[in-house]
Antibody
Framework: QVQLQESGPGLVQPSGTLSLTCAVS?????????WSWIRQPPGKGLEWIGE???????YDNPSLKSRVTVSVDKSKNQISLKLKSVTAADTAVYYC??????????????????WGQGIQVTVSS | EKVMTQSPATLSVSPGDRATLSCRAS??????LAWYQQKPGQAPRLLIY???TRATGIPARFSGSGSGTEFTLTISSLQSEDYAIYYC??????????FGQGTKVEMK
């Protein structure tokens, strides 16, 4: 069974850097899957932050204006997120998730099939 | 960026009744559409992918349809454990992957 577990500080100072780690078990970070970060502000919907492949290739959401760094540590089977210059608007539950690699009629499908439990991060002084 | 719009925002349904949720994409996403269920304090759970394929372990009362820009999630006979918020999400072509704002299914 694939399991993901987020960890990191629950409180970050405004203008500081949010740093989180996602430990993966039951699957290898070096598999054919992409690994993502997704967040959910209080009482709001889901926002995709960014993703990484084990090769180190990354994509991030342009709405976050290049504040995002996603990295991978294959030796520890984990991924990490850094979000710099945070404000109160970055207060949210942060999830890591695996993008599946499924096929329907030979066509690849890549929904998010496994999620961590989420970690609450509050930006406040 | 592909904008996903869900309707209604809130759906009041009695146990045993049918629930029909809609999701519209601002441009075609083909069949690269997933539905998730989220309960309070929990992570989202994958229900449907490829617009109409149930994920492993998802009951048959959940069904999805549509392609292009118009999609529907139907819960044929609502059970007590189905009261939750439902999100659609597109994963077509290239990032950013985007979610709808959610539909809350509440007890009538």
């Amino acid at each position: 069974q694939v399991q993901l577990q987020e960890s990191g500080p629950g409180l970050v100072q405004p203008s500081g850097t949010l740093s989180l780690t996602c430990a993966v078990s039951g699957d290898s970070i070096s598999s054919s899957n992409w690994w993502s970060w997704i967040r959910q502000p209080p009482g709001k919907g889901l926002e995709w932050i960014g993703e990484i492949f084990h090769s180190g290739t990354t994509y991030d959401n342009p709405s976050l204006k290049s504040r995002v760094t996603v990295s991978v540590d294959k030796s520890k089977n984990q991924i990490s997120l850094k979000l710099k210059s945070v404000t109160a608007a970055d207060t949210a539950v942060y999830y890591c998730a695996r993008k599946a690699l499924l096929t329907i009629g030979g066509v690849f499908q890549t929904p998010f099939d496994y999620w961590g439990q989420g970690i609450q991060v509050t930006v406040s002084s | 960026e592909k904008v996903m719009t869900q309707s209604p925002a809130t759906l009041s349904v009695s146990p045993g009744d049918r629930a029909t949720l809609s999701c519209r994409a601002s441009q075609s996403v083909s069949s690269n559409l997933a539905w998730y269920q989220q309960k309070p304090g929990q992570a989202p759970r994958l229900l449907i992918y490829g617009a109409s394929t149930r994920a492993t372990g998802i009951p048959a009362r959940f069904s999805g349809s549509g392609s292009g820009t118009e999609f529907t999630l139907t819960i044929s006979s609502l059970q007590s454990e189905d009261y939750a918020i439902y999100y659609c999400q597109q994963y077509n072509n290239r990032p950013p992957w985007t979610f709808g704002q959610g539909t809350k299914v509440e007890m009538k």
